[in-house]
């Protein structure tokens, strides 16, 4: 039994804590409020804890990067930005309170986020209603700017169409049009599977599949399915530590000598912390590091590397295109109003220091995607850099990729 | 079509004896001290991290044999310092404790480790495939199986031949009475938790040699685990091993037929057995209820 | 223990009234004075959502003395029937406040029946087991549910007709509509406390075997307490999906349930307001620890761990041990 005196020490910590917790909550309004009226707030809500805070963090990472450069420049509108990181903790309530909290406490101009697409989507419905300009950089569902698309939400990273449109022709020229699909069974699983078979039937192609659990780990049963069949191509659909697992198991069965292996995403962080047998495969990178052809690139992952000792991914990316985003549409419309930054937005291209990429990166008005170029390659082990795990194939632009709005389905209504 | 159901069965049996050793860890603090150990799937993720430091020096099977024990020394010191204080309490006390340690282990993880996933080199032995065109197994699933297998006999010898087993199960079933024999219970108790602790440690090598090693890895494996358990019978041991296998046969055999519902499965179990037989497949009447 | 009921029983009628006014006119002046103290509306919205439910379950937990791990669970139903019977059926939010309630609380008395000869940590870990069930549908049947992605396409719709419509979607008007519905489940819980089968199941609390003695049918007043609990528990998820106009799978996980129990037990227990300061404390703290820093988890691990091995009879605990002693 523990002989702790309790009563006057229990108490006495009771008071110190309140009082101490009181004086924090009392006083930071009033420093905020301080600093309110000079700087423009952003807010950016990501999954800093739970299965997703790898990829979450690298776009914090590009966001930061990317609000230190813009405030060394002068800032917004004249004025610094200051970003405000809030943690949804990959749950939906903690994402949609986080995101009121911004807007209505800290009276942020603009919302970031979310990786996970359930949240970004929630985010948008209080964002819509509060008239609050919104960037999702890295949240992939197609229905964000497709079937749920909203006047004031845009989003940076690719919708499953372009990025499964993107790959199919080479994996099929390469391989053969015969395939079998390894998909985890919920909502962004099927939106792959769905637009690789457009792709796929499109040239005439063959398939057959299976629906995993989204945390299934053992994958001996439809690998086995898959040899039988005997597929050109295997398509691992799985995301996160199952993807991995996934590759893993492939490769323990010796059934790269059967087939090839490919995909839409395998993202740097993901790739980096497999074994070498398992950094195999034909994937698309949504931005990719190593574009010796192009000077601003080059610039920008020296001087990434040497302030955050990291080596850039699509995702440091994201987050920071999303804030140079901000800042090109509230220089356009001279205003953080929501609808002004909205309108501004549209068809707006990206400079060559901030799109990192050749051609042309715009904002497509009629659905607010961003359109840059998808990167087809292959993954292979490190070949000097410990960065270097992809060789490029093939650019293709996003546009071509992505299909007409009208085939998103995305109907845009706007602001009253 | 029959090598088709071995297989699957093989599988089965493979996964399961997985859920066996996490479950029996489990069911050993539950059954004598009376708690929950929510830390549990921690305690597998501190294992494989153990081992992740480890490898470097002692080589792989020096990690795989001191992980173990140094996870279960900590799980010692935890068992010291706070959860020995729950115990003949309310149980809602020692659920929140313990639930509280997860939270702080889970997050202690992915701030010292960070949160991306990271791996052990295995001995190349291990990695080779027994046969790809028949049964895909590796050589390293049949290992787990073994050591799995080797752990699941040693312990119920343990618990049946030696004093302190005895003490154990004899403190299962009457506390009270082993202590007024002149048992010092303090120390069963701390020695039970350990042993529980030393198995979610080798769970936690084992499982980081298939899956990698990450923070929350062991929530994936908690919830099995307690469903092995109820599905074999609160108090059983035997009833847990037999759980166990009969989840991971269940989940296995549902992959291969309906991949889909290969999680919700072992759930559907859970709720069978509540219905038929609610004291568990191998339950004692009367065993904490 | 007696000491302390005799104490709140005969306290005198004044101070007895005080504390409830002052509750009830905090609660009312929420969203005029917690922006101040650098809230916002929706967090006072999601104390008055967590409080309720807490306060069906330490129905169950506190005035009957049986731990369930899983409310959450019943939380969850009622979140998803709300937003089911909005999505597919259904304009009215009542509606879906009904459907909800009554979805959560019958899957609480089916469950019930099922475990109600089971005691302590035996009972806890079936209910946690149960509510992960329905965590699992509920993230598997991508076509009804949204599965991982969670239920959307649903909102919070006017209440009423014609003239007398009251919009809900502004969150100031939301937050006093939930209040009413706070306040009318408050009141009814009281009601059951103060009932001779209210004192019963505190009977039960205190010795049940002396319960049984005394002619009790025990597993009964168990199971009703465990099914009135689920009813409230679930109608506090419905007013959680019309806060956040969704609905997704984690507030079926049993961490959510592990929250619950904590705001019961750091309140207080044995206190009826209890559970409301201690669902206060936590979501005001976690609101302010998660935006502090990315180590929040280890912080709220800490504060379980301390509750338990400090502060066990909670902030209302306390107090009332001071004034009786």
Redesign the interface.
């Known amino acids: 039994m523990a002989k702790f005196n309790a009563s006057i020490g229990r108490r006495t910590l009771i008071k110190a804590g309140v009082a101490l917790g009181a004086s924090q909550v009392v006083t930071a309004p009033f420093i905020i409020g301080a600093r309110g009226e000079e700087s423009v707030k952003i807010g950016l809500v990501d999954p800093l804890t739970g299965v997703l805070s790898a990829l979450a963090q690298s776009e914090v990472d590009g966001a930061k990067y990317a609000e230190a450069e813009i405030n060394k420049k002068g800032g917004i509108l004249g004025r610094q930005v200051e970003l405000l990181v809030e943690d949804s903790a990959n749950d939906v309530g903690t994402g949609v309170q986080k995101t009121r909290k911004l807007i209505d406490r800290d009276n942020v101009s603009v919302i970031l986020g979310d990786v996970n697409s359930g949240i970004a989507y929630a985010m948008s419905q209080v964002t819509n209603e509060k008239k609050v300009f919104h960037i999702v950089p890295g949240g992939h569902t197609d229905p964000i700017t497709g079937t749920d698309c909203k006047w004031n939400v845009f989003r940076v990273c690719n919708t499953t169409s372009m990025d499964t449109a993107a790959i199919t022709p080479e994996l099929v020229k390469r391989f053969g049009k015969k395939w079998f699909f390894i998909t985890p069974d919920y909502a962004y699983g099927h939106s792959l599977q769905d637009g690789f078979i457009k792709a796929l039937t499109k040239l005439g192609g063959t398939y057959e599949g299976d629906y995993l659990p989204i945390n299934n780990q053992d994958f001996s049963a439809t690998l086995i399915k898959a040899k039988a069949y005997a597929p050109n191509v295997l398509l691992n659909n799985m995301g996160g530590l199952t993807q991995i697992n996934c590759m893993k198991q492939f490769i323990q069965f010796g059934m790269q000598k059967d087939m090839a292996l490919g995909g839409a995403l395998y993202e740097l962080e993901t790739v980096k912390a497999v074994q070498p047998e398992a950094q195999a495969g034909w994937w698309d990178m949504e931005w990719w590091w190593d574009q010796p052809k192009v000077p601003e690139v080059v610039k920008f992952v020296g001087e990434y590397r040497a302030a955050t000792k990291k080596t850039p991914s699509a995702r440091d990316w994201f987050g920071y295109v999303a804030m140079h985003s901000v800042r090109l549409a509230a220089e356009k419309a001279k205003s953080l109003e929501g609808p002004k930054l909205a309108s501004a937005m549209e068809d707006m291209e990206l400079p060559p220091e901030v799109a990192l990429q050749p051609g042309k990166v715009r904002y497509r008005a009629g659905d607010h995607e961003l359109m840059p170029n998808i990167f087809v390659g292959q993954c292979h082990p490190p070949k000097g850099n410990p960065d270097n795990v992809f060789s490029v194939e093939v650019m293709i632009p996003g546009e071509q990729a992505a299909g007409s709005v009208a085939e998103t389905g995305c109907k845009m209504v706007r602001p009253s | 079509m029959i090598e088709?159901i071995l297989?699957?069965l093989t599988?089965g049996l493979i996964?399961g004896a997985f859920y066996v050793l996490m479950a029996l860890g489990l069911s050993l603090i539950?059954n004598l001290s009376?708690?929950?150990n929510f830390a549990h799937g921690n305690f597998l993720a501190l294992g494989g991290y153990l081992a992740f430091m480890l490898a470097p020096v002692t080589g792989y099977w020096g990690a795989l044999l001191i992980s173990p024990l140094l996870a279960a020394a900590i799980g010692v010191v935890l068992e010291r310092l706070?959860i020995h204080?729950?115990y003949g309490?309310?149980?809602?006390?020692?659920?929140?404790?313990t639930?509280?340690?997860?939270?702080?282990?889970?997050?202690?993880a992915?701030?010292y480790w960070?949160?991306?996933?990271?791996?052990i080199d295995m001995p190349d032995v291990l990695?080779a495939?027994l046969s790809?065109s028949l049964f895909?197994?590796?050589w390293?699933r049949v290992f787990m199986v073994a050591i799995v297998v080797a752990t699941v006999v040693g312990l119920f010898a343990f618990l049946r031949y030696t004093r302190v087993g005895l003490r154990i199960r004899a403190g299962t079933l009457d506390l009270e009475t082993v202590a007024a024999l002149g048992v010092n219970v303090k120390l069963l108790r701390t020695f039970n938790f350990g042993l529980g602790c030393l198995l979610a440690g080798l769970s936690g090598v084992l499982a980081t040699g298939?899956?990698?090693l990450?923070p929350?890895m062991g929530d994936?494996l908690l919830?099995p685990s307690?469903?092995a358990?109820?599905v074999g019978g609160?108090g059983s041991l035997a009833g847990t091993l037999f759980g166990g296998l009969l989840i991971g046969v269940a989940a296995?055999v549902t992959?291969?037929v309906y991949?889909?519902?290969?999680?919700?499965v072992i759930?559907v179990i859970?709720?069978l057995v509540?219905?038929i037989r609610?004291r568990g497949l191998m339950g004692e009447e009367g065993?904490?209820? | 223990m007696t000491a302390t009921i005799l104490a709140a029983t005969q306290r005198p009628a004044q101070r007895r009234w005080l504390p409830l006014a002052a509750i009830w006119l905090a609660l009312i002046a929420a969203p005029f004075w917690l922006p101040l103290l650098g809230g916002y509306t929706a967090l006072a919205g999601k104390v008055l959502v967590f409080g309720l439910a807490a306060m069906g379950l330490n129905l169950l937990l506190g005035f009957t003395g049986v731990l369930s791990f899983g409310h959450a669970a019943y939380f969850g139903l009622g979140a998803y029937g709300a937003g089911l019977m909005l999505k597919y059926v259904t304009d009215s939010t009542l509606l879906g406040v009904l459907a909800g309630t009554l979805l959560g609380g019958f899957a609480g008395m089916l469950f019930g029946l099922l475990i109600v000869r089971r005691r302590g940590v035996y009972f806890a870990m079936c209910t946690i087991a149960f509510g992960q069930i329905f965590y699992y549908i509920a993230y598997s049947w991508n076509d009804f549910t949204g599965g991982f992605d969670g239920l959307r396409g649903f909102h919070r719709e006017p209440i009423g007709f014609g003239p007398l419509t009251f919009d809900i979607a502004d969150g100031t008007k939301f937050y006093y509509f939930a209040l009413v519905v706070f306040a009318i489940a408050v009141g009814l819980i009281g009601l059951i406390l103060k009932s001779p089968f209210g004192r019963t199941l505190r009977a039960i609390r205190e010795n049940e075997r002396r319960a049984r003695f005394l002619g009790i049918p025990v597993e009964r007043h168990i199971w009703l307490s465990f099914s009135i609990s689920c009813f409230f528990t679930a109608l506090a998820g419905t007013l959680y999906a019309l806060l956040n106009n969704f609905a997704d799978p984690l507030t079926l996980h049993y961490s959510l349930s592990g929250y619950f129990v904590i705001m019961v037990v750091m309140g207080g227990m044995r206190a009826f307001w209890g559970p409301l300061l201690g669902a206060a404390v936590f979501v005001v703290l976690q609101d302010y620890i998660s935006s502090m820093t990315v180590n929040w988890m280890s912080f709220i691990g800490l504060i379980f761990m301390l509750v338990v091995l400090f502060f066990p009879r909670g902030l209302l605990g306390m107090l009332r041990r001071r004034s009786a002693g």
């Open positions: 088709l297989f699957n599988n996964i539950l009376n708690v929950i706070m204080r729950v309490r309310d149980p809602v006390y020692s659920l929140l404790l639930f509280g340690l997860a939270f702080v282990m889970q997050d202690a992915r701030w960070g949160p991306n996933p990271l791996q990695k495939s790809s895909f197994i590796t390293y298939q899956l990698g990450n929350n994936d919830m307690f469903i358990i109820i609160v296995a992959a291969a991949p889909a519902g290969s999680e919700v759930f859970l709720l509540m219905l609610p065993m904490l209820s």
